[in-house]
Structures are given as structure tokens and as C-alpha cells.
């Protein structure tokens, strides 16, 4: 071979050497800023992510707050209700015990009065009475003790029953 040729061939061989060399810096660069750019891209989206899952946090939080505020809210209120009622039948029960008050109830006055017994009490219609001169028997203190302890309880089960719908209610919401 010539001379000629091998230094042509020497000469496109180094220029193909440094061509594709140079080639391969220029797109390995290239890549390195693409994935630097991705990198960050995504990175962005995570701290976006972390951003928003953390405001959602202190949203349930602050709702969450909020519930547990009316909750305890209602509670209070269905003690003082509850202490109401308790008092209002204490007071009554007292009142039974010592005859400072009577419980009566309405007889039908054609079955309660058999010939020749006045057992019912006559009373005359007041103001928002509706029966005129109903008869009326008066209650046993022990008897009339037993109904106000069941209107207690009949009392403290509805009260207890508000207190639960209100609490669902709430929570539901």
C-alpha cells in the first residue's frame, strides 16, 4: 500500500475516532442534563405531593378538632340536662314523701262508684280542665313513689336517647 493511503486511512480512522468520541461526550452531557431535569421535575412533584397530603392532614385535623369541640359541647349539655332532670325528680319525690303534694289519678266515675261507696273525690273543673267534676282517687305515697322513679327513668332513657341521636347526627356529618 502507498503511503498515501495508509496516512488517509490513518487520518480518517483518527477523525472517526475523535468524531464519534466527541459524539459520545455530546450525548452522554445531553443525557446527564435530561435526567438532571427529570430529577427535579420529579422532585417537584413529590415535595407538591407531601405539600398537599400534609394540608390535608391539618384540615382532618382541624375537622376533626372541631367534632370532637361540638362533641364535648353536647356532653355538657346532656349532663346539665341530665342533672336537671334528676333534681326536678328528686325534688318531686321529696315533695311525695313528706304529703306536701298528693299524685291523683282520673276514674271513670261509673265503674269506680259501686251503690253506696264514696271513695272518689269530686273536684271541680278549673280553669283548663276539660271534665267537669271528674271523680279523682288519690294514689298510695309508696305507689305514687314507684310511677315518679319509673318517670325517672322514662326521663333519664330519653334524655340519654337526644344525647345519642345528637352524638350520630354529629358524626355523620
Not at 346539665?80 to 266515675?109: F, G, P, Y
Request: net charge positive; proline share 2%; charged share 25%.
Amino acid at each position: 500500500m502507498p503511503l498515501n493511503w495508509r496516512i488517509a486511512l490513518l487520518a480518517a480512522a483518527v477523525g472517526l475516532y475523535v468524531g464519534g468520541r466527541g459524539a459520545w461526550i455530546w450525548q452522554a452531557s445531553e443525557y446527564g442534563k435530561q435526567l438532571a431535569d427529570k430529577d427535579r421535575a420529579h422532585g417537584r412533584e413529590r415535595e407538591e405531593a407531601a405539600a398537599a397530603a400534609l394540608q390535608q392532614l391539618a384540615a382532618q385535623k382541624s375537622q376533626r378538632q372541631a367534632l370532637e369541640d361540638r362533641l364535648q359541647e353536647q356532653g355538657k349539655t346532656h349532663w346539665k340536662e341530665m342533672n336537671d332532670a334528676q333534681q326536678i325528680q328528686a325534688r318531686l319525690r321529696d315533695r311525695l314523701a313528706t304529703a306536701d303534694l298528693r299524685l291523683s289519678v282520673l276514674v271513670d266515675a261509673e265503674t269506680f262508684a259501686a251503690p253506696g261507696s264514696d271513695r272518689g273525690v269530686r273536684e271541680a273543673a278549673g280553669t283548663g280542665g276539660v271534665v267537669h267534676g271528674a271523680v279523682r282517687a288519690q294514689l298510695d305515697p309508696a305507689h305514687a313513689q314507684r310511677i315518679v322513679g319509673i318517670t325517672d327513668d322514662g326521663d333519664r332513657g330519653l334524655i340519654a336517647l337526644k344525647a345519642c341521636q345528637a352524638y350520630v347526627r354529629e358524626v355523620i356529618k
